[in-house]
């Protein structure tokens, strides 16, 4: 198990993989593999999006799981777009959610939970886009001063 960030949080997420495994009826190290079988991937899609419910950080989720935080972000931010059109994804979803003593089905509190927390993904990448492009800018604008100088 890799450390996250403290012993609660590593038995909430082993329960919440556990149950994942269990209802999937998928080997949990599977899960957590870049294994691509079709049922792997829905199994792994659950488990991100249940662990983000719970309020883990994506870069905390990604890495618990062995994944990117790229593939956390996606996973987590198509969730209203998976529980609405993936069948296998919104049955395995409601069930791991019953078992976690939560909210069953997806009435309008929860949807407007994960669309929060989609948002907060969308900010979260937006952010470090402007900062990069910030950056950029930087570096464009002292170019210029160098040119300027030289000429």
Known sequence: MIKILDRKMEDDFQFVLDTVAKESKEDP????????????????????????????KLK????????????VSVNTNAFIDLYTYDKNFNKLYDV???????????????????????IQNELEQFNARLKSLKQKLINNQNKLECQKKSM
Not at 34 to 54: G, I, Q, S
Not at 61 to 70: G, L, R, V
């Open 29 to 56: 190290n599977d899960i957590r593999s870049f294994k691509r079988d079709e049922n792997l991937v829905t199994a792994r899609k659950v488990l991100h999006c249940l662990l983000r419910r719970r309020g883990y």
């Open 60 to 71: 905390d989720i990604a890495s618990i799981t062995k994944n990117t935080h790229a593939v």
């Open 96 to 118: 791991c959610l019953s078992k976690y003593n939560l909210m069953v089905t997806c009435d309008e509190n929860s949807i407007l939970l994960d669309e929060s927390i989609r």
